[in-house]
């Protein structure tokens, strides 16, 4: 990656861990730090200290703050990294501020900087978006992506339109046009999705979102289906499938992905969530032979007076292997402990199997943070569900 005249980016050699600090950031990834909520205007600030047992990952330092007055939020997270001189150096910025122009439009505005050889701070990406809500609870959303070009001038390289509309009770329609430069050096519609969601008086929902690219001819066809079905079961209980669906050798649509998930709620307040994946894409497995189940995500959250556990398992199928037992290939540990004084002490530990099975620690996050979110532990037991109605 390059910007400006010959200035290479520092970032380029150390893409492994850009992708990490991307995750953390726009993702949700659980960030532990040190920090205190300031009172009567959603204010809080943190920082963390991120690095691997094993010293294959670069230590790094975040500071995050977010900042809420009136109608504008500012979120900011800055990131440094372990220079060659063992000394703490910056290494990347994002910055975030959200207006809410009147009762019905919002704006955003999103920038990512890196720091070019000389240590200069230095755009990478800038990302807008602008909400508008129009009577009936029509919502339509813009969204542009510029990169610098090699004058570093911005220039737009994806344009995201959503429309989104109640059609009739309990049926909500949401149509989106992902648009990219052309040769002519203006902008086409390269994606097209229609969602279609409906939510029935029992809390049954069920969505069709169906994805069309542009062919070689300039019309449309249909590249994906996805079809998911959510619905209670009992008390505390929840079940969604979800079926995706793809044209074959022969144009015909076939189902190639299966995700079945469950999440329940006991009486103490215990959650637990199971997601198994069925593909006919099996690793290491040449050609199509059928559904089989290729992972299964195990996460259990338990809460008490003293804080909040959360245990994320991965199991995968075993390259090569159709039809065979799954195997776990990581786990992931979250725990926050609210200190009594506006804050919490938090833990973020990622661990992966090594060739023999055994779990090696591999990311350690620890710290504290005034984030009103992560202080706020809900030790109460579950309300019973009330049905939902069509609206």
Do not use: C
């Amino acid at each position: 990656m390059k910007q400006g005249k010959g200035t290479g980016m520092r970032l380029s050699g150390d893409l492994s861990l850009f992708s990490l600090l991307l995750a953390a950031v726009f993702f949700g990834l659980p960030q532990a730090g040190i920090g205190q909520a300031t009172s009567g205007d959603q204010s809080w600030s943190s920082s963390s200290q991120l690095g691997s047992p094993d010293g294959n990952i670069n230590p790094t330092r975040t500071a995050s703050s977010h900042t809420q007055s009136g109608d504008r939020t500012n979120d900011r997270t800055s990131v440094e990294r372990v220079g060659q001189d063992g000394r703490y150096i910056p290494y990347s910025d994002i910055e975030k501020e959200t207006v809410r122009v009147n009762d019905t439009t919002s704006r955003t505005i999103e920038r990512m900087y890196g720091r070019d050889a000389d240590g200069h701070r230095t755009l990478i990406q800038e990302r807008q978006e602008e909400t508008r809500t129009l009577p009936g609870g029509e919502q339509k959303v813009t969204r542009t992506m510029s990169n610098p070009d090699g004058d570093r001038k911005l220039q737009v390289v994806r344009r995201e339109q959503e429309n989104s509309k109640q059609v009739s009770p309990g049926v909500r329609v949401t149509n989106t046009t992902l648009l990219m430069p052309d040769m002519n050096g203006g902008f086409s519609a390269a994606v097209r999705t229609e969602q279609r969601e409906t939510q029935d008086s029992d809390g049954t929902i069920k969505s069709t979102k169906s994805t069309l690219i542009t062919d070689s001819t300039g019309g449309w066809k249909l590249s994906e289906v996805r079809e998911s079905t959510s619905k209670p079961e009992s008390a505390g209980v929840r079940s969604k499938e979800e079926s995706v669906l793809r044209p074959d050798a022969n144009g015909q649509l076939a189902v190639v992905e299966r995700t079945v998930s469950k999440e329940a709620q006991d009486g103490s307040g215990e959650k637990r969530a199971t997601v198994e994946k069925y593909s006919t894409d099996v690793p290491g497995v040449a050609g199509d032979n059928g559904l089989q189940l290729v992972q299964r995500e195990t996460t259990m959250q338990r809460s008490s007076t003293g804080g909040q556990s959360t245990v994320q398992r991965v199991e995968e199928v075993h390259p090569g292997s159709l039809g065979g037992e799954l195997g776990l290939t990581q786990e992931t540990i979250d725990i926050v402990r609210p200190n009594g004084s506006g804050a919490a002490d938090q833990s973020h530990t990622i661990l992966t199997t090594d060739s023999d099975g055994r779990l090696n620690q591999v990311l350690v996050d620890i710290g504290k943070t005034g984030d009103p979110g992560a202080v706020k532990v809900d030790t109460k037991a579950p309300a019973k569900p009330a049905a939902v109605k069509a609206k």
